[in-house]
């Protein structure tokens, strides 16, 4: 380990099936006047908007409404809601939901006391936050993200047809979260496994840097392990608790940035899965799994013994009698395999990605990071294609 790095997360989890009651410990500690903040409506089919704000009304809260926060959310969505909590003098924002709720909260939080546009002062000049931040809360109900316990939140502008990350620092992160992974089991078979993905990948981005041997790497094979092996439990029986448990818990320590400490960390498939869901509006985690394989192979070779490492610990590949090159690639073999099996979109043609969008998508996605190559605007449209 031959990083220096600092290390703190504010966040107070509440985690299992009795999680919600906890709600109850923490709104005291904020003001009367409570944005709840949700998306398309699944929460009102599963009830969990019903025990939501029954405990709202039972803490004597006021309960103000956002509804209709979007998969990948939207510049113009954030500012509907900053109008809705200037409006109402909003004391606390409580998200429900998946990633996109928890992280249009963020950016909300950052925005309604800002005097600049949101946009171009976080996501285009990345200036810190100067404005008072207004506290967040989330109750997840889809694992993924890890979006409950960091900073970050990602906005799709889609005038201009950019979608950006923007991390918000230590002070934008949710003041709590509620995990209860029961809340999970009513998300259809398609997200469930595109939030294992994103899981899964969110570990790789941070696995695949560095050559130093580094405690952040082995913690990053247990959650890798650890998702692979519940997630074949889900996609047979979505509601084994003891499953679903471990990949929501997996989900937080994937990006909460505990495995990044001491890395350089990558996140080039990150930058193209956004780029695509710019154009597209495709899923998040489906973004990442369709352009995954041909990304891991072209750089395989240049971080040669992490690979070799990774077929051999995440997926228990045989060294006997084969070169390093051979082991390496019968890991991405074995990951591959497993991707096939959760059903995860392979190709960025069922994205909706079309011939025409890919040169435009190609330049939003190059960008120097710090993975093991850093790849030319050629190579990237080479990865889109191979999926086509
Ligand atoms: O809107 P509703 O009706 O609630 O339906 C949602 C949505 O359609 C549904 N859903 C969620 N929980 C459910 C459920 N349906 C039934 N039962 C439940 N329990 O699932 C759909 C997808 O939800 P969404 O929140 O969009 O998914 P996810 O958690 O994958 O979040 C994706 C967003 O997070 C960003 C992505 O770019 C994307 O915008 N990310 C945030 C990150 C962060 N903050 O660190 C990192 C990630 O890499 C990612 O970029
Ligand atoms: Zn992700």
Same mark, same amino acid.
């Given at each position: 380990?031959?990083g220096n790095f600092?290390?703190?997360?504010?966040t107070?989890?509440? %985690?299992?099936?009795?999680s919600?009651?906890?709600?109850?410990?923490?709104l005291p500690?904020?003001g009367?006047?409570?944005?709840?903040?949700?998306g398309?409506g699944s929460?009102?089919k599963?009830?969990?908007y019903?025990?939501v704000?029954?405990i709202l009304?039972?803490n004597?809260k006021?309960? %103000?409404?956002?509804?209709?926060?979007?998969?990948?959310?939207t510049?113009?969505?954030?500012?509907?809601?900053?109008?809705i909590?200037?409006e109402?003098?909003?004391?606390?924002?409580?998200a429900?939901g998946?990633?996109?709720c928890?992280?249009?909260?963020?950016?909300l939080s950052?925005?309604?006391?800002c005097?600049e546009?949101?946009?171009?002062?976080?996501f285009?000049?990345?200036?810190?936050v100067?404005?008072?931040?207004l506290?967040v809360?989330c109750?997840?109900?889809m694992a993924?993200?890890?979006?409950e316990m960091n900073?970050g939140a990602v906005?799709s502008n889609?005038?201009k047809?950019l979608?950006?990350?923007?991390s918000f620092?230590e002070?934008a992160?949710p003041? %709590?979260?509620?995990?209860?992974p029961?809340?999970?089991y009513?998300?259809p078979?398609?997200?469930?496994?595109?939030?294992i993905?994103?899981?899964?990948?969110?570990i790789c981005?941070?696995y695949f840097?560095?050559?130093?041997?580094?405690?952040s790497d082995?913690i990053?094979e247990a959650l890798m392990?650890?998702?692979v092996?519940?997630?074949?439990i889900a996609?047979?029986?979505p509601e084994n608790?003891e499953a679903?448990?471990?990949?929501?818990w997996?989900?937080?320590w994937?990006?909460?940035s505990?495995?990044?400490?001491?890395?350089?960390t990558?996140?080039?498939?990150?930058?193209?899965?956004?780029?695509?869901g710019?154009?597209?509006?495709?899923?998040?985690?489906?973004t990442l799994?369709a352009?995954?394989m041909?990304?891991?192979?072209?750089?395989m070779?240049?971080?040669?013994?992490? %690979?070799?490492?990774f077929?051999?610990?995440?997926w228990?590949i045989?060294?006997?009698?084969k070169?390093?090159?051979q082991?390496a690639?019968?890991?991405l073999d074995?990951?591959?395999e497993?991707m096939?099996?959760l059903?995860l979109?392979?190709k960025?043609?069922?994205l909706g990605v079309?011939?025409?969008?890919?040169?435009a998508?190609?330049?939003n996605?190059l960008?120097e990071?710090?993975?093991?190559k850093?790849?030319s605007?050629?190579e990237?449209?080479?990865?889109?294609k191979a999926?086509?």
């Open positions: 380990m031959l600092t290390y703190c997360n504010p107070k989890l509440y %985690f299992g099936d009795e919600l009651n906890f709600l109850n410990d923490e500690k904020y009367k006047n409570v944005l709840l903040i949700y398309g929460i009102k599963n009830g969990i019903d025990e704000v029954k009304k039972d004597g006021e309960v %103000f409404e956002d509804s209709g926060v979007m998969p990948n959310p510049l113009d969505k954030l500012y509907d809601g900053m109008k909590a200037r109402n003098s909003i004391d606390l924002l409580l429900v998946g990633g996109s928890c992280d249009y909260a963020k950016a950052v925005s309604v006391n005097d546009d949101p946009w171009d002062k976080y285009i000049r990345r200036e810190a100067t404005c008072k931040i506290p809360g109750i997840l109900t993924g993200t890890g979006s900073s906005i889609t005038e047809k979608k950006i990350d923007r620092g002070a992160m003041k %709590f979260s509620i995990l209860n029961k809340f999970t009513s998300l078979r398609r997200q469930m496994v595109a939030g993905y994103d899981i899964f990948n969110h981005e941070q840097s560095n050559e130093d041997d580094n405690t082995y990053a392990k650890s998702v092996h519940s997630s074949l996609i047979d029986d608790y679903r448990s471990n990949i929501m997996s989900a937080t994937a990006l909460n505990l495995i990044s400490r001491g890395k350089k990558d996140w080039m498939v990150h930058l193209i899965g956004q780029a695509i710019a154009y597209t509006d495709a899923t998040h985690g489906m799994s352009v995954s041909p990304y891991y192979r072209l750089i070779s240049y971080g040669l013994p992490k %690979f070799r490492r077929a051999l610990e995440v228990g045989r060294p006997e009698g070169s390093d090159e082991i690639s019968e890991g074995a990951m591959e497993w096939n099996k059903g979109i392979m960025t043609s069922e079309t011939e025409d969008m890919i040169d998508i190609a330049e996605a960008a990071t710090s993975g093991y850093v790849l605007k050629d990237i449209v080479a990865i889109i999926g086509m």
